[in-house]
């Protein structure tokens, strides 16, 4: 059974900093794009920042330059550094990972139905 689990969100102030962590369990996913999702109240959950097997990065041109998605396959985790946070940037934030091969690993592409393995979600809030 596939359990992840998020951790690392908390309120700051605008211009701090917060890093998500997400390790998994019973899931081998080296072979894995892997991402971090967004959702606040009213709108879709959305894809911010993801990783594909190779480590290669994409990022929504919002956290563009801020925010950094990384993973380390030995231990099974993903994390998210998150720099320069603006009130914007307010919301639940879940790891996720998919059940299958995905063809394009952006958030440009990604959608919420193309991961079947969620974490828990972690509240991040930012201040003005």
């Known amino acids: 059974q596939v359990h992840l689990v998020a951790s690392g969100g908390g309120s700051v102030q605008a211009g701090g900093s917060l890093r998500l962590s997400c390790g998994a369990s019973g899931y081998d996913w080296r072979s894995y794009c892997m991402a971090w999702f967004r959702q606040v109240p009213g709108k879709e959950r959305e894809a911010v920042a993801a990783i594909d097997e190779d480590e290669a990065t994409s990022y929504v041109d919002s956290v563009k330059g801020r925010f950094a998605i990384s993973r380390d396959n030995a231990k099974n985790t993903l994390d998210l550094q998150m720099n320069s946070l603006q009130p914007d940037d307010t919301g639940v934030y879940y790891c996720?990972?998919?059940?299958?091969?995905?063809?394009?690993?952006?958030?440009?592409?990604?959608?919420?139905?193309?991961?079947?393995?969620w974490g828990q979600g972690t509240q991040v809030t930012v201040s003005s």
């Open positions: 996720a990972a998919p059940t299958a091969e995905l063809g394009r690993c952006s958030p440009s592409y990604l959608r919420p139905s193309d991961f079947g393995n």
